[in-house]
């Protein structure tokens, strides 16, 4: 894998070459080259055990280094592995389900997690830590629930709490892994209109994302894969009918 630690000067938020993950013999992504510029709500969009989630987690570093080879990658300039000041400037949005919601912790000390990367984990919680919290827990809806246990939680609530985590990290690029998935509609709803006040703030959203009917409402980029890349540009420009047989092997009526 690559240690290239440099700094490199362009518009792309997050942008790879070459970018493969293996498990043992099994290829799970196969040279994904792509860039995401600044400013984009953009999806990772291909059928089921096309490698979305795969790529974001070894993206990231949460998958063993091993396992990983890339040409290049970075976020926002920085090159892979990400230094600690890299990493302050993104926020990641796990699979509701990857997380043990049974663990005893209230709505609002969970969203106070999204703080303390920038404040320390060991430090007093400040006042302005609370105010910043609180106002993410009203800005999504349940600020109503900060005494509850995460474990009270619907599926539509512990989405919201975990956007309501990632905007108090106040991050520059969020990274969100299905944040859509078994949701309802009123917080599908409330997700997206977040995002979007988000990329007015100047941020850069990337979501892996199943859906291809609302590709074309919530997204301004589309990268679609099947392990390889498929496509890159618009929803409209990405998902095409010729692109749509490549990546599910049957073809579609659009």
């Known amino acids: 894998?690559?240690?290239?630690?440099?700094?490199?000067?362009?518009?792309?938020?997050?942008?790879?070459?070459?970018?493969?993950?293996?498990?043992?013999?099994?290829?799970?992504?196969?040279?994904?080259?792509?860039?995401?510029?600044?400013?984009?709500?953009?999806?990772?969009?291909g059928p089921n055990g096309a490698g979305k989630s795969t790529f974001l987690k070894g993206f990231l570093g949460l998958l063993p280094t091993s396992s990983m080879q890339y040409s290049s990658a970075s976020i926002l300039g920085h090159s892979l592995p990400l230094?600690?000041?890299?990493?302050l400037k993104i926020s990641y949005l796990p699979q509701e389900s990857s997380l043990d919601w049974h663990f005893p912790l209230t709505v609002l000390d969970c969203a106070l997690m999204g703080s303390y990367a920038k404040h320390g984990w060991l430090k007093p919680i400040r006042r302005t830590q609370k105010q910043a919290t609180q106002a993410a827990l009203e800005k999504l809806g349940i600020a109503d629930l900060s005494k509850r246990p995460i474990s009270d939680l619907s599926l539509g609530q512990r989405q919201r709490l975990l956007l309501a985590r990632a905007l108090v990290q106040n991050a520059e690029v969020y990274l969100m892994d299905e944040p859509l998935n078994s949701v309802d509609a009123k917080t599908e709803q409330t997700l997206?209109?977040?995002w979007h006040e988000l990329q007015q703030a100047g941020k850069t959203i990337v979501v892996v994302h199943h859906n291809l009917q609302t590709?074309?409402?919530?997204?301004?980029?589309?990268?679609?894969?099947?392990?390889?890349?498929?496509?890159?540009?618009t929803p409209k420009e990405a998902v095409s009918a010729e692109n749509l047989r490549l990546a599910y092997g049957v073809d579609f009526l659009l």
């Open 1 to 45: 894998m690559s240690n290239n630690s440099k700094i490199t000067a362009n518009n792309s938020a997050l942008a790879v070459e070459n970018f493969s993950i293996s498990y043992g013999e099994m290829l799970a992504v196969d040279k994904l080259s792509f860039s995401i510029e600044k400013g984009k709500i953009a999806a990772i969009a």
């Open 192 to 194: 997206v209109q977040i």
């Open 215 to 233: 590709l074309p409402r919530y997204f301004d980029y589309t990268v679609f894969m099947n392990k390889q890349l498929i496509a890159a540009g």
């Open 83 to 87: 230094s600690k000041h890299a990493r």
